[in-house]
């Protein structure tokens, strides 16, 4: 039988998960422009700036895939894609924000893959419990 706390505490966790998605989706345009400023910096050959890019991404979509599900983990995908998508297209002085070489291609192409990798284990069933106040275990990421 419920009690009429934990029917008022499900009904306000059923009313903050849109904002949860949401939240996740300005994560990810965040995170994509985030990414946009520090992809191009390379240091002693290496591409520094891109391997942090790429690293917390997929941190950020697995985080989002624990916490808030799957829908979390697609709302932060959609929102770091809509900001990759808004890179592609053309300005105003006739270039592009992401430059159409070999670092430019790999941080495109790299955000995609990572992106779809931490969805796709977010969406691969992977639960984890944790002790909630009372000490019963809650699942995380349903």
């Known amino acids: 039988m419920r009690t009429g706390s934990s029917v008022t505490s499900s009904r306000g966790r059923e009313r903050a998960r849109p904002l949860g998605y949401v939240g996740a989706a300005l994560l990810g345009a965040v995170l994509a ?21 790429l690293a917390a991404t997929y941190a950020a979509t697995r985080a989002a895939g624990i916490l808030g599900g799957r829908a979390a983990a697609v709302a932060l995908a959609a929102g770091y894609g809509a900001v990759l998508v808004l890179t592609m ?46 000490g019963r275990p809650r699942t995380l990421g349903s």
């Open 33 to 53: 422009v985030a990414g946009l400023a520090v992809y191009r910096h390379v240091d002693l050959r290496v591409p520094w700036g891109l391997l942090l890019a």
């Open 89 to 134: 297209s053309r300005r105003a002085e006739g270039d592009y924000l992401v430059a159409a070489d070999a670092l430019g291609y790999a941080y495109l192409l790299g955000a995609i893959v990572v992106l779809g990798i931490g969805v796709v284990v977010s969406v691969s069933g992977a639960r984890h419990t944790v002790p909630d106040p009372a």
